[in-house]
């Protein structure tokens, strides 16, 4: 998994092809002005706390927890106090770390049961983030109780089809932001809306009425007979597999990307910028001699592109990045759009380096274009993110995308129809 890495990263060992998470319907009932005071609170010392402004946020936090614990009863917003803490302590090591960490999610654990019910899936978030903390610690026996626990309310309590179930059940990291843990995700399958559907420029086919959801890849493939990787990438309504590309209509793919609040090692927030731009260039680069309508161009700052990159100075668990596809409903028409999430230090004591950045990127934008994992392929989508020449995007990953793009979208695909041909 870390070949030619430094053995002190902790890599992921499977990218999903991730659903870009809309919060349902089930916004937190606020019931004075007090409350929404100390929400807006919670949320400036979230912001604080991903800006690495560690001090300050555990100001903003402590005072918004010390003020919610003098309300009468159990509430929302004092969970969301209490969580928010137990993830600054979890990220700074400055404060008192696992111990502080425990000790707050231990607390908001008890408020979301004394406020939601004991089974609620946002008490399950909340035991799968203690996991990772005593996992941390070094307690795997522990970790390992509290995911089983977690995993058993996310059974009785969510759809079976439910992203959160299949990404604990894999052993995936579960990436709630704290003042939305008390929501509840749109299960695959429902009409999924996220910025994309504003996006003027472009769309995908219609898709027949179909009610998609997307498959997590985190099973890698094996080269077929017909010289590719392919698998599929969506559950179409009546649970057959499917898959989902962008097309022409969608060009130029517009990716938003900004500056890292940190940069890369031995590195400038600009040259790591570029470094992540370039490994995406490297599949438009590959890609256009075979599709010339294939462009994507570069903006710092859209919040309705289709394609969101964001800079985080850490990400739950060990993991230095994530993307994947994700599908955006306008009326009939289904958009085709992806996110990813990149860590500059993915631990305490570890930095990428600008050629690191480059390999992570390339891999999580393979995951955007609809690609899966290659199982000991030489492959940009090979567990290891490494080449056998060093070269980030091979003609492997680029006959796999074609025979994606032959694929009609938003169908079945025959494995007798021509793809994987040169």
Known sequence: MTSGLPSTLRWTQSRMLRIVVAISALPIALSCASTQAGEGAVRRGRLLTDQGRYPEAHRVLDAAASKAEQAPAPSLGRAMAFYALGDLYHQSSDLDGPEGAWRWLSRAAEEYAA???????????????????????????????????????????????????????????????????????????????????????????????????????????VVDDTGTYLKPNITLDDGTPGYAHVTEADMPWIVA?????????????????????????????AIQPHLPWFKLAFVEDDPHAPVQIEWKRRINGPWAGFGG??????????????????????????????????????????????????????SAMNYSWHTKERVIVTDLDVQTFLALVRCENFKTCSRGSGLGGR
């Open 257 to 285: 990307i900004g500056y890292p609040r940190e940069g890369a090692k031995y590195a400038s927030r600009e040259m790591t910028r570029r470094s992540a731009i370039a490994a995406m260039q490297m599949w438009e680069e």
């Open 325 to 378: 596809m994700s599908l955006g409903r306008l009326g009939d028409v289904v958009r085709i759009g992806g996110r990813m999430e990149i860590s500059t230090t993915p631990g305490r004591f570890n930095r990428l380096s600008a050629d690191e950045i480059s390999l992570l990127v390339a891999h999580e934008f393979g995951h955007i274009l609809g690609l899966g994992h290659c199982l000991d392929c030489d």
């Open 115 to 221: 406020v939601l019910g004991a089974r609620h899936p946002s008490v399950g978030l909340v035991l799968a983030r203690q996991a990772e903390v005593l996992r941390e610690r070094g307690d795997r026996d522990g970790a390992d109780r509290l995911d089983q626990q977690a995993l058993a309310i996310f059974r009785e309590s969510l759809p079976a089809n439910h992203p959160v179930r299949a990404f604990q059940a894999a052993g995936q990291p579960i990436l709630v932001h704290p003042d939305e843990i008390a929501a509840v995700a749109f299960a695959p399958g429902a009409d999924m809306r996220d910025p994309v559907e504003t996006q003027s420029t472009g769309s995908a086919p219609a898709a027949s009425g179909a009610r998609t959801s997307l498959i997590s890849n985190s099973e890698p493939a």
